[in-house]
Nanobody, 128 residues
């Protein structure tokens, strides 16, 4: 049983920083991508960032590129999302997710229905 547990959400002022953590358990994550999505009220769930568990290559949504970074600690089975220069429009529930891609062809799935496992989510609020 795969479990993903997020932590680190909270309230931050615009321009500030916040780091989210996601602890995975229940399996090894070889051939997986681990990532983050977010969902604001009344909006669809949006891809934020992902990292290849083995190689560490990272991918970002256009709205967070150059402000957010993603990293992983393989020994701790944990993935991190460092959010800098935050904006009020970053306010959302942030979800950790994992997808199994044994033969990655260079095209990362960014639709929520293409990902296999999800955490419960953590609220991030950015005040103006």
């Amino acid at each position: 049983q795969v479990s993903l547990v997020e932590s680190g959400g909270g309230l931050v002022q615009a321009g500030g920083s916040l780091r989210l953590s996601c602890a995975g358990s229940g399996r090894t994550f070889s051939n997986y991508f681990m990532g983050w999505f977010r969902q604001a009220p009344g909006k669809e769930r949006e891809f934020v960032a992902a990292v290849n568990w083995e190689h560490g290559s990272a991918y970002f949504g256009t709205s967070v590129k150059d402000r957010f970074t993603i990293s992983r600690d393989n020994a701790e089975n944990t993935v991190y999302l460092q959010m800098n220069a935050m904006k009020p429009e970053d306010t959302a529930v942030y979800y950790c997710a994992a997808v199994f891609i044994p033969n990655y062809n260079g095209t990362l799935p960014t639709g929520q229905y293409e990902w296999d496992y999800w955490g419960q989510g953590t609220q991030v609020t950015v005040s103006s």
